[in-house]
């Protein structure tokens, strides 16, 4: 367990819906990251935020997709009209002040 | 744009046998990361690896980095069935970016008896 939750695990929609993720790193983790994994890749980072600062995305980051962070501490990921392609695995990932990785266990999307 | 490539993709083993897993990177990193992914789960993070010349060690496993090469490896001493998994190198970015990581492909390892 390394103090990462994701929710939910498992998310099933159908194209065109619009679904949104959470993600509750532990409180020293300052910074927070998203990625996504596609079936047989590697993740790809999506965006991250320090402290409730959204610092950087990735022009994987599309306009459906919006993150947020507002307090700094829990964070949510949205995709709005959702495709087939946005079918993955999202991964956050939290960092504590001395650069320790968490990952929290993932949310797999499956849009039919 | 940074780039990271592992080989092989695909890595079938006997038991017992060793190997080695490469990971290049196309730009100059200070870190480099070595995780496991088994199906359906997270990544599970497995070494880190900080300057050049740097060697870690835990059970079967050994990761090295020469930064000059831009290159990692991965080397699997007397495989066991256990270590089937998928693994991944990643390579860190700096600055501001810290933290943000570029994942190579994935090596899929099976360890057959």
């Known amino acids: 367990d390394t103090g990462v939750s994701q929710n939910p695990r498992h998310k099933i929609t159908k194209r065109g819906q619009n679904v949104t993720f959470r993600c509750d790193p532990i409180?020293?983790?300052?910074?927070l990251y998203w990625y996504r994994q596609t079936l047989g890749q590697g993740p790809e980072f999506l965006t991250y935020?320090?402290?409730?600062?959204?610092?950087?995305k990735s022009r994987l980051l599309s306009d459906r997709f919006s993150a947020e962070r507002p307090k700094g501490s829990f964070s949510t990921l949205e995709i709005q009209r959702t495709e087939q392609g946005d079918s993955a695995m999202y991964l956050c990932?939290?960092?504590?002040?001395?650069?320790?990785?968490?990952f929290g266990p993932g949310t797999r999307l499956t849009v039919l | 744009e940074l780039k990271v490539e592992q080989n092989p993709l695909f890595l079938s083993m006997q038991e017992g046998k060793n190997y080695t897993i490469y990971c290049n990177y196309s730009t100059t990193s200070d870190r480099l990361y070595w995780y496991r992914q088994d199906p359906g789960k997270s990544l599970e993070s497995l070494f880190v690896?900080?300057?050049?010349?740097a060697v870690k060690q835990e059970g079967r496993l050994m990761a090295s980095l020469d930064t000059k090469a831009r290159l990692s490896t991965l080397h699997i001493t007397a495989a066991v069935h256990d270590l089937s998994a998928t693994y991944f190198c990643?390579?860190?970015?700096?600055?501001?970016?810290?933290?943000?990581?570029?994942f190579g492909q994935g090596t899929i390892l099976t360890v057959h008896p």
């Open positions: 990643a390579v860190g970015a700096g600055g501001t970016s810290y933290g943000k990581l570029t």
């Open positions: 935020f320090q402290n409730e600062a959204q610092l950087e």
């Open positions: 690896l900080l300057s050049n010349g």
């Open positions: 409180s020293e983790h300052n910074r």
């Open positions: 990932i939290g960092l504590s002040a001395y650069n320790e990785q968490f």
